[in-house]
């Protein structure tokens, strides 16, 4: 089968690799119907030294079952499925606490142990814990908003729940990326009354709008702050997604919030520590977030999708098959396209 395959810094290929199979027997096999890459992916892709082991790359898909083991019990052959971008078994502690990215015998799709899903197939542990089955094969239309259910729509709204975002609250989102636009939607969606979109990209920005961004700050850095501030009375926001990842991300993230505010953290750290803490701790801000459990939240968001009150898969701005994932990543790299979408 054809899958992408990461060689060094933006060596992206497509190669022929072995068709992915039943190992354990709790997995499943899912024929891809669609994957994409992610925002996060471009890390490795810029940094990834050359002469390594070729890493199988990508973390989200939507597709149909074609393969069970033998234990697994309510995924079903023939299901369509989104498949979130860990994998988690569904009973232990944390995945009882719907915390399933700490699931204690989980992991990512994408890494050393299980090959990733920018793929025609793709293995996938612990199935029933990890698939979520829908009731029947949705409607085309609708496969890219249920594909941003693996990933970036899951992580908006786990940065807008870290943040405490609620019915008239005021709330700043950090970064015009996927995930950053997908903010913009759970920020709406859970009643924010003024929603600050950061960022500079036109395409993004007029997108952020009709999502339900009211105000937009292009400005970075002191300047940024600044006129967070003047749009917000002076005082800041109650609450702040970052969505980026940076220290420059995350500082502003923290100086734009008002004193007793909630930062919610889903940008991948770049810094191994934390910037502006003593002006967090003088303020009484909490700052909370990490790699989105959105098994959890697929069952809420996913009637929203489906009767069309939300339309997170706008943010694919380019559809591809195989043989233009290499460019995808390029041009996704050089904020050329927003997201790409790919089609085996």
């Not at 992610?38 to 390594?52: I, N």
């Not at 299901?79 to 989980?106: I, K, Q």
């Amino acid at each position: 089968m054809r899958a992408t395959v990461l060689h060094g810094a933006g060596d992206v290929r497509i190669e022929n690799v072995p068709d992915a199979s039943i190992v354990d027997p709790t997995d499943a096999v899912i024929r891809v119907s669609r994957a994409c890459i992610c925002g996060s992916d471009l890390w490795p892709y810029r940094s990834k030294q050359p002469g390594t082991d070729g890493q199988r790359i990508g973390h989200e898909a939507i597709g149909v079952v074609e393969a069970i083991g033998r234990d697994v019990c309510s995924i079903k052959i023939g299901d369509f499925v989104v498949m979130p971008f860990a994998y988690s078994d569904g009973t232990c502690t944390f995945c009882n606490e719907h915390l399933h990215t700490s699931c204690v015998h989980g992991g990512f799709f994408g890494g050393s142990e299980v090959a990733g899903a920018q793929a025609e197939a793709v293995r996938v542990p612990l199935a029933d814990g990890t698939l979520f089955a829908l009731n029947a094969r949705a409607d085309e239309a609708t496969w890219g908003s249920l594909l941003t259910l693996s990933d970036v729509m899951g992580t908006g709204h786990h940065a807008a729940r870290m943040a405490q975002v609620g019915p008239g609250k005021t709330v700043a989102v950090v970064g015009d990326g996927a995930v950053g636009l997908c903010g913009v939607i759970a920020a709406k969606r859970l009643g924010a009354e003024q929603i600050v979109l950061l960022g500079r990209h036109p395409d993004r920005i007029a997108l952020g709008q009709a999502f339900g961004a009211t105000d937009v700050v292009r400005e970075r850095g002191a300047a940024a702050v600044e006129r967070v501030r003047e749009l917000t009375g002076g005082v800041g926001a109650h609450c702040v997604l970052e969505c980026v990842g940076h220290g420059e991300s995350t500082n502003t993230a923290i100086l734009i919030a008002r004193p007793g505010g909630h930062v919610g953290r889903v940008g991948v750290p770049q810094e191994k520590t934390l910037p502006s803490s003593l002006p967090a701790f003088l303020r009484n801000i909490t700052i909370g977030g990490g790699p989105a459990p959105v098994r959890a939240y697929i069952e809420e968001l996913l009637p929203d999708v489906l009767e069309g009150r939300i339309e997170p898969g706008r943010v694919f701005d380019r559809i591809t098959g195989f043989d233009g994932v290499p460019q995808g990543y390029r041009d996704m790299n050089d904020r050329n396209t927003i997201k790409v979408m790919i089609k085996p």
